[in-house]
């Protein structure tokens, strides 16, 4: 299958301050890419669709304002957690495809303090 | 929009036995079934899918079966191993490629040696 990854793995931060997370199509472009939410032992909840060279849609709920997604090359979309605070402590996983497949990158477990 | 059901929830069968995981789904327009496999702090790892054009499709000790009429489809694992435990979760796209998919609560499948 496709190679998805994504960076940082694992990240801490303290509350107030914003993290980006990178997640890139390695063998692929992908003019869309889908970043996702899981809390632990529960599904994977889809938070917005990541389009190249356009805005990324958002799913109802999702606030786009704190959470910036970027997609400015067909191998990359970043996904700002702006103003972090504990809540958004999350595990959070794009995933890309080159067809209708998709796949995972490897997940960011953010912990905010 | 879709909405996907998943059950059960939790399966725990003997090492050699049969697994069927079951979800339900509601948009008669999706047309793509994936099914994928999470192991513990790992990414979702895509196992098997199935299109709406077949009703089955095998690899395997995998299998998914797809019944349009009644908008839901399975997933059976035949002779499990105690490898085959991780959460498995089933999901739903709407048209064609690069479109979002909506994901089932997951089944958490246990094999007990």
């Known amino acids: 299958g496709a190679v998805v990854s994504q960076h940082p793995s694992w990240v801490i931060c303290k509350s107030g301050t914003s993290v980006k997370i990178e997640c890139r199509s390695l063998?692929?472009?992908?003019?869309?890419m889908f970043w996702y939410r899981q809390f632990p032992k529960q599904s994977l909840m889809l938070m917005a669709t990541?389009?190249?060279?356009?805005?990324?849609?958002?799913e109802q709920g999702v606030e786009k304002d704190k959470f910036l997604i970027n997609h400015a090359s067909l191998t990359l979309s970043t996904l700002t957690v702006t103003s972090a605070h504990p809540e958004d402590s999350s595990f959070y996983i794009c995933?890309?495809?080159?067809?209708?497949?998709?796949?995972f990158g490897p997940g960011t477990r953010l912990t905010v303090l | 929009g879709e909405n996907v059901e998943q059950h059960p929830s939790t399966l725990s069968v003997q090492e050699g036995d049969s697994a069927v995981i079951k979800c339900t789904y509601s948009d008669s327009a999706s047309n793509y079934f994936p099914w994928y496999k999470q192991e513990l702090g790992k990414r979702p790892q895509l196992i098997i899918d199935i299109r709406s054009n077949v009703g089955e499709k095998k690899d395997q000790r995998i299998a998914v079966t797809l019944n349009k009429t009644a908008k839901h489809f399975s997933l059976h694992i035949t002779e499990t191993q105690p490898e085959d435990s991780a959460v498995y979760f089933c999901a739903a796209s709407i048209g064609g490629n690069f479109n979002k998919f909506y994901f089932g609560s997951g089944t958490k499948l246990n094999v007990k040696p």
């Open positions: 063998d692929f472009q992908a003019t869309t």
């Open positions: 990541s389009n190249e060279g356009s805005k990324a849609t958002y």
């Open positions: 995933s890309a495809g080159p067809r209708d497949e998709q796949f």
